[in-house]
């Protein structure tokens, strides 16, 4: 699978992988500051965004073509970070390519299985009558019928876009996700672990990664790993966060 993506800069590779629902358009604000010390390839991962779809979704697979996608850019070892699914994308690659990357950065995920907690929106997004929709607007108004948070509907509508009969339709293969939800709430597992350095980036408001799996699954698979914890942050910490996130990926690539 050749995935989509856009690169800015110059220096240092560095792949970011977004996380569930997402498109590699939610880095590009933290990307452009990156990119004043390092080359940054944002990544739509299969399909999310731009990239094609396939009825295969899981961390094998996923990690397979972000290989592929390094193979392609000719880059030996770039550093490779990933927020929540794209921070297991990018755990799995780091434990099954290990020799194929410098430094793996993940962001509020642990490579524990969680329970489903995306139910709700994958009902609101397969409830919208996207054949009917006129306007950005009445999409908005069919999703907060079930979800109530207006920042978390304008993340799933900027997946938006008009097909050629000007119809509205999702970037993202809704039917896939739903299908193949089992596989992105799975572990991440591995026999030998990932014996390079690692940060995990840890938002304070958020419940995704947990003390105990921090000295458990964590340390247990990444034995070279920091773990920073943002107080003000929740779950999306690059977006609430951009500055603290920045000071952190930066000291981290930048310590030998």
């Known amino acids: 699978m050749k995935l989509h993506y856009k690169e800015v800069g ?24 990156l990119a004043e010390h390092y080359n940054v390839f944002l990544v739509d991962l299969r399909n999310h965004g731009r990239s094609p779809h396939n009825e295969e979704h899981n961390y094998d697979a996923m990690a ?74 009445e999409i908005d108004q069919q999703l907060a019928k079930s979800i109530n948070q207006e920042d978390v509907r304008l993340f799933l509508m900027k997946n938006l876009y008009r097909k050629e009969d000007n119809t509205f339709g999702w970037r993202m293969n809704l039917d896939a996700l739903e299908k193949n939800y089992e596989h992105i709430a799975a572990a991440i597992t591995a026999d030998v672990p990932f014996k390079k350095h690692a940060l995990f980036i840890k938002g304070g408001r958020s419940g995704y990664i947990k003390q105990e799996d921090i000295y ?37 690539l930048d310590t030998d």
């Open 10 to 33: 110059h220096g240092q590779p560095l792949l970011i992988l977004h996380g569930l629902f997402g498109t590699l358009d939610n880095w590009a604000t933290l990307a452009k500051r």
């Open 64 to 137: 397979d073509d972000v290989l592929r996608l390094v193979d392609e850019l000719q880059i030996a070892t770039p550093a490779i970070m990933g927020h929540s699914m794209g921070g297991k994308v990018a755990m799995k690659y780091a434990l099954k390519y290990p020799t194929r990357l410098t430094k793996l950065i993940v962001v509020d995920i642990a490579p524990k299985a969680y329970p489903p907690h995306h139910d709700e929106i994958i009902d609101a997004l397969q409830s919208v009558d996207l054949s009917q929709a006129t306007s950005r607007g």
């Open 216 to 252: 458990g699954s964590i340390e247990h698979l990444f034995t070279m790993v920091e773990v920073e914890t943002i107080p003000n942050a929740g779950h999306w910490v690059h977006a609430e966060a951009p500055d603290e996130v920045y000071d952190l990926v930066t000291r981290f």
